[in-house]
């Protein structure tokens, strides 16, 4: 055990998470999750996918804890009106992946929670595995040496090895190739090629769905189960400018907001980059919450534009996810910012 561990575990023993808890109870506690594995998604990306066993240890430590799930615009009210209890729990997921329908929401519902799901639309209108990852994915999996993609991304080298540095070098031209230069069809045949080349399955993952998002259709069945969809931008990515800032909001808005059949106002950051410069373009685009992924509780004071979560992951060992949870982390984190 480490000894920032070592230091939470007696914290507890001594009852400092519950004191945390107290003199934390009107600040706001947002969580946040990614994808959920079918298989080995968690050891491939550990902190983009959570097995789905540790979910429901974190869901039923919730529970068993007193804290209640509450909506984005249900915490902010509560938040303005200084009615914070101190058990309230924002449970986000971002992204939107077929996973989070299959494995998260059974789950959700048997500990009796709801989740905001911020949903990016681009493959949930195109039904392939996400290009960028699917490429890591079969890198990281293969058992191949070297490929050859010279005839595949215009390279003069002959081949590239799969593993080492000279690999991540390999994986990022070949996405900067599909990602730049081709569209959506072409990426889906450079993945196929990608894939046969390191004797791996692109149909079965495909099948699988391991790394697509949700349909359309599913979507819409979480929102009808009062699951609160807000918005991630369209392509995962919030560009610098007002232009691009409206055009990524606007093309999200046009997928979900049929679905949902209300207005959407609560986003969270993709890849979790923001910045202050962009708070008065999203206040222009009536956005009234945006969620960072830097830890902390959030204060009265916090602007509702840079509000804070804890990401949790596969590596997270229980006694973080408790210290975060209860304040104590964020505490000890502004202690030690003095």
């Not at 529970?63 to 914070?84: F, I, K, P």
Request: hydrophobic share 40%.
């Amino acid at each position: 055990m480490s000894i920032k561990n070592s230091f939470y575990s007696l914290a507890k023993q001594t009852r400092l998470f519950t004191l945390s808890n107290h003199l934390t109870k009107q600040y706001l506690r947002i969580l946040c999750f990614h994808g959920f594995s079918f298989t080995d998604e968690h050891l491939f990306r550990p902190k983009l996918f959570q097995s789905p066993e540790l979910f429901k240890q974190r869901m039923r430590w919730l529970q068993r804890s007193g804290y209640h799930a509450v909506t984005l615009d249900e915490s902010l009210a509560l938040l303005r009106q200084g009615n914070l209890r101190g058990n309230e729990i924002v449970i986000t997921i971002d992204d939107g992946f077929h996973s989070v329908s299959a494995l998260a929401v059974p789950i959700l519902h048997e500990m009796g929670f709801t989740a905001t799901i911020y949903v990016t639309t681009y493959y949930v209108l195109h039904h392939n595995p996400i290009f960028r990852l699917a490429i890591q994915y079969f890198f990281w999996k293969t058992s191949m040496g070297k490929i050859q993609i010279a005839d595949l991304v215009g390279e003069r080298s002959a081949s590239k090895a799969t593993k080492g540095l000279d690999g991540e070098r390999t994986i990022q031209r070949i996405i900067d190739h599909g990602e730049t230069i081709l569209d959506e069809p072409g990426r889906v045949d450079l993945a196929r090629e990608i894939a046969k080349r390191l004797n791996l399955d692109f149909e079965e993952l495909v099948a699988s769905r391991r790394l697509s998002l949700m349909t359309e259709e599913e979507v819409a069945n979480l929102s009808q189960q009062n699951f609160d969809i807000q918005l991630h931008t369209h392509r995962h990515h919030l560009p610098p400018d007002s232009t691009g800032v409206k055009r990524e909001l606007e093309d999200n808005r046009a997928v979900l907001q049929p679905i949902t059949g209300r207005s959407l106002h609560h986003l969270c950051y993709p890849s979790g980059e923001w910045s202050q410069a962009l708070w008065p373009i999203l206040e222009k685009e009536q956005i009234h919450t945006a969620t960072t992924c830097e830890p902390g509780l959030i204060s009265p004071n916090t602007s509702p534009l840079a509000w804070t979560r804890f990401l949790d992951s596969e590596t997270t060992p229980q006694i973080v996810f408790e210290a975060e949870i209860s304040g104590f982390a964020h505490i000890m984190r502004k202690m030690m910012a003095r």
